[in-house]
């Protein structure tokens, strides 16, 4: 497993932007699968993107597809979800997560909870309409 630590969030008016940042505390973190879910109350947690470790094969949800994008500085261990065009459905607790070595994006495939070993404290995105 690994630490990770989030930041960013917040709240914003729709039609904004926000980054969501993920920090590992591990200089190897570029071994790692990466992902961001997020939940509502009442709902289940959903994947919103992940990428394969050592590919840019990346997943988007096709509610966010052309408005998020998640991208990794290896250099400094960080995993980031940029996120653009924020609509109020958006409103969520986002949570980040990690696996070692995880190469579950693929053709016709949603990437799964359960298939992370590590996860961050998660931060609430808020978007006002």
């Known amino acids: 497993q690994v630490q990770l630590e989030q930041s960013g969030g917040g709240l914003v008016q729709a039609g904004g932007s926000l980054r969501l940042s993920c920090a590992s505390s591990?200089?190897?973190?570029?071994?790692?699968?990466v992902a961001w879910f997020r939940q509502t109350p009442g709902k289940e947690r959903e994947p919103v993107a992940a990428?394969?470790?050592?590919?840019?094969?990346?997943y988007y949800a096709d509610s966010v597809k052309g408005r998020f994008s998640l991208s990794r500085d290896n250099a400094k261990n960080t995993v980031y979800l940029q996120m653009n065009s924020l609509k109020p459905e958006d409103t969520a607790i986002y949570y980040c997560?990690?696996?070692?070595?995880?190469?579950?994006?693929?053709?016709?495939?949603?990437?799964?909870?359960?298939?992370?070993?590590?996860w961050g404290q998660g931060t609430q995105v808020t978007v006002s309409s």
């Open positions: 997560a990690a696996s070692r070595l995880l190469t579950n994006v693929r053709d016709g495939a949603t990437p799964q909870g359960h298939e992370y070993s590590s």
């Open positions: 591990l200089r190897t973190f570029s071994t790692f699968g």
């Open positions: 990428q394969n470790w050592g590919e840019g094969n990346t």
